[in-house]
């Protein structure tokens, strides 16, 4: 029996109070990342479990770990005992799961009793994460936004539109066109794109003073929101 615990691992009492450290440091890690995540949060579906189970999974992934140690069986029991186990729950973020992988890594870490790889990594990703989130990388809009209104059938003024969206956006595009009122009005929108910022209301009083056209709309898309 003992050649047998040698060759398959090794079979130490963890103390209590190990337990315990391997418990509470990959929890306030894990709290880290997932106050991180909510602070950067920019989807449309924002879940309360989905930051629960990033915590929870931190711990529960350290348990796993200090409960496998170096024993290749019971390693492999835990596998097979997960393999059971099948989780349909969808990730529609790939971002969502790359946090979820930081907190099981961090729960790897805590384990396995590397405090050390644990604290730096959660707060070297936590920066590159803000870092990301704060910065236009990997942006592909500036100063982009979406322009409606309405005008009557037959609307003759279509060019006085093009000249002041000429001089205040560096590009536009009609995107799309559709009847209101019964087929007496007509929407119609634009994609564009600002020269400044500052040509916001340039835009709007510009549109406003055309005879014939209402409800001139703006709508201001973030550059770090891909919609």
Request: aromatic share 10%; hydrophobic share 50%.
């Amino acid at each position: 029996m003992d050649n047998f615990l040698s060759v398959y691992g090794s079979t130490r009492w963890l103390d209590a109070e190990q337990i315990l450290l391997a418990l509470l440091v990959p929890f306030l890690l894990a709290t880290v990342i997932a106050t991180v995540y909510r602070w950067t949060f920019q989807s449309v579906s924002y879940s309360r479990s989905f930051i629960h189970t990033m915590v929870l999974s931190s711990m529960i992934v350290s348990m796993v770990i200090m409960a496998v140690g170096d024993s290749f069986a019971r390693g492999l029991g835990i596998l097979g005992s997960l393999a059971i186990v099948r989780f349909r729950t969808p990730v529609r973020d790939p971002r969502d799961m790359v946090f979820l992988y930081a907190c099981m890594g961090v729960g790897i870490a805590c384990g396995a009793a590397a405090f050390g790889v644990a604290i730096i990594s959660t707060l070297t990703i936590s920066l590159a994460v803000l870092l990301l989130h704060w910065s236009p990388f990997a942006s592909r809009r500036a100063h982009e936004a979406l322009l409606r209104y309405v005008v009557p059938a037959g609307f003759a003024s279509d060019e006085k539109v093009k000249e002041i969206l000429r001089s205040t956006c560096a590009t536009f595009s009609l995107i799309a066109i559709r009847e209101v009122g019964q087929g007496d009005l007509v929407e119609c929108c634009y994609q564009i794109r600002l020269l400044d910022p500052s040509y916001q209301l340039d835009v709007v009083q510009g549109l406003s003073k055309i005879s014939d056209l209402t409800e001139p709309n703006l709508l201001l898309q973030r550059t770090t929101v891909e919609l």
